[in-house]
């Protein structure tokens, strides 16, 4: 009976998956990266400055 | 009774447009600046050599053979200079497909800079072909195959130059005061952008698929099957960066015809730029990667081919890839403006590299550009400055009348 003890991960395109996997991870951290820090504050002021006054009151 | 009122308008018409035309051709402010000094000799320059070009033939001028049929003309002309033009497409799909108004006050120039690439860049592929009356067979169909892919290339890039030339057609009725006109044009920009769209997909990519068929000559590490993918990503963020390139300069030469509102909206719109830069950059980075891997590139990077094509994918994609979302997040403009100019240089380099210095790389005489070809490309790119000053000083590019 065989086992497999060995997985050569360049003929199962383990690389190719693992690659992919990681990318998606790091598209959305890359996604929330770029939404976040200055750029969040700055769009919230924006938000808040084109907001009518009559809203406010 | 009618019919003659009719023409008597037509004529009246159209020698108020012949008179306002005439007086628009007039030269306007300082004659001499630095560029004219640099720019007028070179043009006239490049002129007698395409005089010689095309008088005694391309080897006159170039260092190109049967060997090396692909030159610095096609290299950087066609094949960079339609990758550069891809902002078009991206901007013109982002305000009128998706509806960002923020872009609005940049899509007419955005349409302009894609319309003169064309005609220059695209244009310059009659410099490079051999015989150049034959560029009319693809169109008349004379002696074209339906599945070659250049049959598919040449068709877009006639069928997309008329189409940003529609694109563009309302700021040309309100610069000559044809508001009928104007009207009937504007209604037909979405149908063209749509049209424009599918047509520059296609094509960015047919560009890469070009190569396909030049696998033996072309260095492992730049030759995919995935080709065809890279060259469309890339135009995307090409396109991007050439919009913040040329944004950068717009706004400081022509800053008296930029209205005051539109300068508050730059900082936003650069970084959104940037944005979408950092997004595609990073989806071209990792399809280079998989590539790499599922190629099995390993040993391919030990020896000198290896460490140029690092320099390009490290040094050129992803380097500016961070930096342009360290900017985003940091708002900080000044940044984006370099990542934008790494970004371009990555862009060269790498259809450079397809087409011209990874192209039989194993040849014992390698091709470098004569003198002559470095002076016509100069002045291709001088040429579409000049018309796009003519045109931005004219006409209502960054601002409505």
Same mark, same amino acid.
């Given at each position: 009976?065989?086992?497999?003890?060995?997985?050569?991960?360049?003929?199962?395109?383990?690389?190719?998956?693992?690659?992919?996997?990681?990318?998606?991870?790091?598209?959305?951290?890359?996604?929330?990266?770029?939404?976040?820090?200055?750029?969040?504050?700055?769009?919230?002021?924006?938000?808040?400055?084109?907001?009518?006054?009559?809203?406010?009151? | 009774m009618t019919t003659a009122t009719a023409t008597n308008g037509f004529?009246?018409?159209?020698?108020?447009?012949?008179?306002?035309?005439?007086?628009?051709?007039?030269?306007?402010?300082?004659?001499?600046?630095?560029?004219?000094?640099?720019?007028?000799?070179?043009?006239?320059?490049?002129?007698?050599?395409?005089?010689?070009?095309?008088?005694?033939?391309? #080897?006159?001028?170039?260092?190109?053979?049967?060997?090396?049929? *692909?030159?610095?003309?096609?290299?950087?002309?066609?094949?960079?200079?339609?990758?550069?033009?891809?902002?078009?497409?991206?901007? &013109?799909?982002?305000?009128?497909?998706?509806?960002?108004?923020?872009?609005?006050?940049?899509?007419?120039? &955005?349409?302009?800079?894609?319309?003169?690439?064309?005609?220059?860049?695209?244009?310059?592929?009659?410099?490079?072909?051999?015989?150049?009356? %034959?560029?009319?067979?693809?169109?008349?169909? @004379?002696?074209?195959?339906?599945?070659?892919?250049?049959?598919?290339?040449?068709? %877009?890039?006639?069928?997309?130059?008329?189409?940003?030339?529609?694109?563009?057609?309302?700021?040309?009725?309100?610069?000559?005061?044809?508001?009928?006109?104007?009207?009937?044009?504007?209604?037909?920009? *979405?149908?063209?952008?749509?049209? #424009?769209?599918?047509?520059?997909?296609? /094509?960015?990519?047919?560009?890469?698929?070009?190569? *396909?068929?030049? +696998?033996?000559?072309?260095?492992?590490?730049?030759?995919?099957?995935?080709?065809?993918?890279?060259?469309?990503?890339?135009?995307?963020?090409?396109?991007?960066?050439?919009? =913040?390139?040329?944004?950068?300069?717009? %706004?400081?030469?022509?800053?008296?015809?930029?209205? +005051?509102?539109?300068? /508050?909206?730059?900082?936003?719109?650069?970084?959104?730029?940037?944005?979408?830069?950092?997004?595609?950059?990073?989806?071209?980075?990792?399809?280079?990667?998989?590539?790499?891997?599922?190629?099995?590139?390993?040993?391919?990077?030990?020896?000198?081919?290896?460490?140029?094509?690092?320099?390009?994918?490290?040094?050129?994609?992803?380097?500016?890839?961070?930096?342009?979302?360290?900017? =985003?997040?940091?708002?900080?403009?000044?940044?984006? +403006? =370099?990542?934008?100019?790494?970004?371009? *240089?990555?862009?060269?380099? @790498?259809?450079?590299?397809?087409?011209?210095?990874?192209?039989?790389?194993?040849?014992?005489?390698?091709?470098?550009?004569?003198?002559?070809?470095?002076?016509?490309?100069?002045?291709?790119?001088?040429?579409?400055?000049?018309?796009?000053?003519?045109?931005?000083?004219?006409?209502?590019?960054?601002?409505?009348?």
């Amino acid at each position: 009976m065989e086992f497999y003890t060995y997985v050569n991960i360049f003929e199962t395109k383990g690389l190719e998956y693992l690659l992919l996997m990681s990318f998606l991870v790091l598209f959305i951290l890359l996604l929330r990266y770029l939404t976040s820090g200055k750029e969040k504050k700055a769009a919230a002021e924006e938000r808040r400055r084109y907001q009518p006054t009559d809203a406010l009151e | 009774m009618t019919t003659a009122t009719a023409t008597n308008g037509f004529t009246g018409e159209l020698t108020r447009f012949i008179r306002f035309f005439l007086q628009e051709l007039k030269p306007r402010g300082k004659w001499l600046t630095p560029f004219n000094v640099i720019s007028i000799p070179t043009i006239l320059l490049g002129l007698a050599i395409l005089y010689v070009r095309f008088t005694q033939g391309l #080897g006159s001028v170039t260092n190109l053979n049967q060997q090396f049929p *692909l030159g610095l003309w096609i290299s950087f002309d066609v094949i960079t200079g339609v990758a550069f033009a891809g902002g078009a497409y991206v901007i &013109t799909f982002a305000v009128y497909v998706m509806r960002v108004e923020k872009y609005h006050p940049i899509v007419r120039v &955005t349409v302009l800079n894609g319309l003169l690439a064309y005609i220059f860049y695209a244009g310059a592929l009659t410099l490079d072909l051999g015989r150049p009356w %034959h560029i009319i067979n693809p169109i008349i169909g @004379n002696s074209y195959g339906y599945n070659a892919v250049l049959f598919l290339v040449s068709w %877009h890039f006639l069928l997309y130059m008329l189409t940003m030339a529609v694109e563009f057609s309302p700021v040309v009725a309100e610069w000559a005061r044809l508001e009928k006109v104007r009207k009937f044009l504007s209604g037909l920009t *979405l149908g063209a952008v749509i049209f #424009g769209i599918t047509l520059s997909i296609l /094509h960015q990519s047919g560009l890469g698929a070009l190569f *396909l068929m030049a +696998k033996p000559k072309i260095h492992p590490l730049w030759y995919s099957e995935f080709i065809p993918i890279l060259f469309f990503v890339s135009s995307i963020y090409a396109g991007l960066a050439m919009v =913040v390139f040329e944004g950068t300069i717009s %706004h400081r030469v022509f800053r008296s015809l930029i209205p +005051k509102d539109s300068h /508050h909206s730059y900082e936003a719109i650069i970084l959104g730029l940037g944005k979408g830069a950092a997004v595609t950059m990073f989806v071209y980075y990792f399809l280079q990667a998989l590539i790499f891997i599922h190629e099995k590139r390993w040993q391919l990077i030990t020896d000198f081919w290896g460490v140029w094509y690092l320099i390009e994918v490290l040094g050129f994609v992803l380097v500016p890839c961070v930096m342009f979302a360290y900017a =985003v997040r940091n708002r900080n403009i000044g940044v984006v +403006k =370099v990542a934008a100019t790494l970004a371009l *240089l990555g862009i060269i380099l @790498n259809r450079l590299n397809v087409t011209m210095i990874a192209f039989n790389w194993y040849a014992e005489h390698r091709y470098y550009p004569s003198w002559q070809e470095y002076v016509v490309t100069l002045m291709v790119v001088f040429t579409e400055i000049w018309v796009f000053r003519w045109v931005v000083t004219r006409m209502p590019v960054f601002s409505k009348t």
